[in-house]
Structure formats: structure tokens, C-alpha cells
């Protein structure tokens, strides 16, 4: 039986390890598919495996390394990429019945780009459909399930991605978040998501190229995997119209320690209901920050459930404007929840959507007078540990009887202030053995700013011993 336990090297020591010769290429993508099948009969997190097809291209990179030619930074790297987003010469499906069979003939600009510096890929992950939910589920293949505990969720809608990394399948995945689809199966994984800033790595698989919510990022093992990731597919492109003119500097992601750096500190972004075991965890991190030499001040933010609410306004508008066409043939083989939130989009209309704006101007406002003087804003990343496979998002649905918000996620308020970054780091476990996210909120495009705090943080936390049991990775059955 492969061993399923999470391999500890990073991507840049794999590609090292492959370049010197200490290892082949042929060899890591053949652990890395060991791996997927042993994750995939447990946590169901794949659509496809790409056995043959992974091996060539290492047998190619072994190649090129015993010619001599110039490798590539991710030289022989595993890498899984979303069932969301197009591969070419593989069935892509978005979760969905209503796409049939599709083999996209040219994959994205993302995928091109990690190809390009040398990562090989090795299978498509699983999505709820048309990334609509928080949960990985769907009609087309069914639950995927969470590392540390099967009958809990690994969240959504990058569920695959996070639970392949988890697992100890590949360093690095593929996400996208437009509500928080990277940074909440992050949290509920264990393992590091990253949204970066709006248009840093380009957005080239929506019918639009003017959306304003939506970006790829990493689902990583360290910090270090996610700026390897961002290293490898962030910069400008003009197949996206919108993608920032901005080149991504790695070495400035790194930092001398936290003594001096200054934290605003939110445990409920002013409306959220947040679990005890969260609270501790968060809590517990800040001082961990504290004793490490920062200044975390506790602030209020004036944000009420509105924030929630206007953000699934928007995401409904986005389902129904994106795939509304596919109702008429498709509605009694897509998910209900989908179906509900196409529906509702339908009905709203131009002006109250327009008026979101005023909305996320005066967010932009109260974020921008919190973050003025300090380097980032801190908070949970989800306000619950992983919830049981069994429940969906309308579960999440409803105001507590104290009239906070019973919501399963604080990523969505930052898809509506997009241009600033945004990654969830595991800080901690609860008393049940479950992973719990700290969720670090930039300035406007400073993506190697909180790249390089999140790194400081990762490391105290671990030399505090709050996250040994993250690192050491999930018990396997």
C-alpha cells in the first residue's frame, strides 16, 4: 500500500532535489499518483488521474536534466488543477451534466504558465457545480470529503484542490475564489489559500473579462509552495484586459521576523457568529504575534449582515448571467441550491445591482481607516470548523437567535473590496482535531507584502507549537 502521509518537501526542494540529480522526475510524479489514488478512494477530491500523461512528461523532464538543458524554476513539480478550469486534451466539466464531454483544446493561461515553468500535471479536481457553493459536491460527481475527518466537508468550491494538498498528494493546486473558494477549503484543510489581488494572476476562463470578483490562486502546503505558485502564473497578459501591469517579485515576500509590525485584529467583522473553538485558536495566534514583538489591537468594523447579503446578490447575478442559459434543458439534472441562486439573479435588477457599489465604497472606507498605520487586518478565516458532508450551504442560512450572522465563511466580504489580498494560514487546531484558518487581509496589490507577513506568522506559529499538528498533516485511515 503507497504511503499516504503528506510528503515533506516543498516544490522549489522538489524541483532542487530533480535538477541535482538526488531524485528523478519520474519518480516524484509517481509517488504524486500513488498518492492520488489512495486520496481518491478515500476523499473522492479527483475527476481524473492523469497516469500515462503525468509519467511522459517526467521521463521528459528526467530527460532534459540528464542532457544538461536549462530547467525550469518548478522542474518536474505535481500539480492538480480545478475541474473549473480548462486543460487541453482532458474532459473538463465544471461539475456539471449540462457541459457533456468537453476536451477543451487549448488550456488557460494559468495552466500554460505553470506548465511553462516546468510543473507537471497530474489530475483535475473535483468542484461543486459551476464552483457555486461552499461544499464540494455535485450531481456529476458526487461529495468530496476532508483529510482530517471524511465525514466533515473540505469546504468549497476548491475542495479537491484542498483536500489533494492535505493529503499529500502535490504541493501546490489550482483554485479560484470569487467568494472565498480558495481560502475557506484552506482553512477546513489545514493548508495555505491565497487570493491574491484582483487581476494578478489573469482571469482568462469567464465569458467576461470585466468581472470583478473572481481570481486563481494557490491551495499550498507552506507559504513558500504559494509564492512558487504566484512566481511561476502572476503578471500581466493581454488575454486578460483587466489583469494588473504589475510583475511579481518573490524575494520581496520575504521579511526579518514580526517585531514592529502592527495588526488590526477582528474576530467577527462586526456581524459574524463565531465558534468558541475559532475565538481560541484566533486568540491564541495574536498573542502568539504579540510575544513575537508585533502590536495587535482589537478594532470594530461597522459591517452588518448587509455585506453577506449584497455579496450573494452578486454572485447570483454572476450564476445567472453565466450560465442561466443552460436552465432550460438542464434544471432538473442540476444542483437545486444552483438552480435557487440562478433564479434569484434573474430577478434583480440593473439598478439594485448597481447600488452594491455604494455598498462596497463604504466597506473600502471602514477598511482603509483600519488598515491606515498598520500592515494588515487579522481575522478568522471561517467562523466554524469543517461542518459534516451531510449539511449545505443553506444551513449557514440564518441569523442566530442573538442576531449575528450563522454564516460558514468571512472570505466573501473581501471579494467585494477584490483588490486586496487576502490568505488564509492555519493557525491552530480545535479540541476535536480539526484545522482552523487565520485570514490575513492586505493593502490594495500588496500581494508580496502578505505573502511575506504570512510566512513570519507560519513560522512563529509553528515555533510556538500551535501548528505541529497541521504540518504534521491528517491522520490516515
Given amino acids: 500500500m503507497p504511503d499516504t502521509s503528506p510528503a515533506p518537501s516543498s516544490a522549489r526542494a522538489i524541483a532542487a532535489d530533480i535538477a541535482a540529480g538526488r531524485t528523478s522526475a519520474r519518480a516524484v510524479i509517481a509517488d504524486a499518483l500513488a498518492r492520488a489514488h489512495a486520496a481518491q478512494g478515500r476523499l473522492n477530491c479527483f475527476t481524473l488521474i492523469l497516469d500515462d500523461e503525468a509519467l511522459t512528461a517526467a521521463e521528459a523532464a528526467d530527460a532534459a536534466v540528464a542532457a544538461g538543458r536549462p530547467l525550469a524554476p518548478l522542474h518536474g513539480v505535481p500539480v492538480a488543477i480545478k475541474d473549473l478550469t480548462p486543460t487541453r486534451g482532458h474532459l473538463t466539466t465544471l461539475g456539471s451534466h449540462s457541459t457533456g464531454d468537453w476536451v477543451p483544446d487549448r488550456s488557460a493561461l494559468v495552466v500554460r504558465r505553470l506548465e511553462a515553468a516546468g510543473a507537471i500535471v497530474i489530475g483535475k479536481t473535483t468542484t461543486p457545480e459551476f464552483a457555486h457553493s461552499g461544499f464540494t459536491y455535485s450531481p456529476r460527481w458526487g461529495v468530496t470529503r476532508n483529510p482530517w475527518d471524511p465525514e466533515r466537508s473540505p469546504g468549497g468550491s476548491s475542495g479537491g484542490s484542498g483536500a489533494a494538498v492535505a493529503a499529500g498528494v502535490v504541493p501546490f493546486a489550482e483554485g479560484t475564489d470569487m467568494g472565498g473558494s480558495v481560502r475557506i477549503p484552506a482553512a477546513f484543510c489545514g493548508v495555505v489559500g491565497f487570493k491574491p489581488s484582483l487581476g494578478r494572476i489573469p482571469m482568462t476562463i469567464l465569458p467576461s473579462q470585466f468581472d470583478d470578483i ?264
Fill in 214 to 477: 473572481s481570481h486563481f490562486g494557490p491551495l499550498a502546503r507552506s507559504v513558500d509552495d504559494a509564492v512558487a505558485f504566484m512566481a511561476a502564473t502572476a503578471g500581466p497578459s493581454d488575454e486578460d484586459i483587466s489583469s494588473l501591469p504589475l510583475p511579481f517579485d518573490a524575494a520581496a515576500t520575504g521579511i526579518d521576523g514580526l517585531a514592529g509590525r502592527r495588526f488590526a485584529l477582528s474576530l467577527d467583522l462586526g456581524y459574524y457568529a463565531v465558534d468558541p473553538a475559532v475565538e481560541a485558536a484566533i486568540l491564541a495566534a495574536a498573542e502568539t504575534l504579540r510575544r513575537a514583538g508585533a502590536v495587535v489591537e482589537e478594532v470594530r468594523l461597522p459591517w452588518t449582515r448587509a455585506v453577506s447579503d449584497r455579496w450573494l446578490d452578486l454572485w447570483c447575478v454572476f450564476m445567472a448571467a453565466f450560465q442561466g442559459h443552460r436552465l432550460a434543458e438542464y434544471r432538473d439534472r442540476m444542483d437545486p441550491i444552483l438552480v435557487g441562486l440562478i433564479d434569484r439573479g434573474l430577478t434583480l435588477g440593473a439598478a439594485e445591482v448597481k447600488r452594491i457599489e455604494i455598498l462596497r465604497s463604504g466597506m473600502w472606507n471602514d477598511l482603509a481607516a483600519v488598515l491606515a498605520g498598520r500592515d494588515a487586518l487579522l481575522c478568522p478565516t471561517c467562523p466554524v470548523p469543517p461542518p459534516p458532508v451531510t449539511l449545505t450551504d443553506d444551513d449557514f442560512a440564518a441569523d442566530r437567535p442573538d442576531g449575528r450572522y450563522g454564516g460558514m465563511d468571512m472570505t466573501g466580504p473581501f471579494n467585494l473590496l477584490s483588490p486586496c489580498p487576502a490568505l488564509s494560514l492555519p493557525a491552530g487546531m480545535t479540541p476535536q482535531g480539526l484545522p482552523v484558518g487565520l485570514q490575513i487581509v492586505g493593502h490594495r496589490h500588496a500581494d508580496e507584502a502578505v505573502l511575506g507577513l504570512a510566512r513570519a506568522i507560519e513560522a512563529a506559529l509553528l515555533q510556538a507549537g500551535l501548528t505541529e499538528a497541521v504540518r504534521r498533516g491528517p491522520p490516515v485511515a
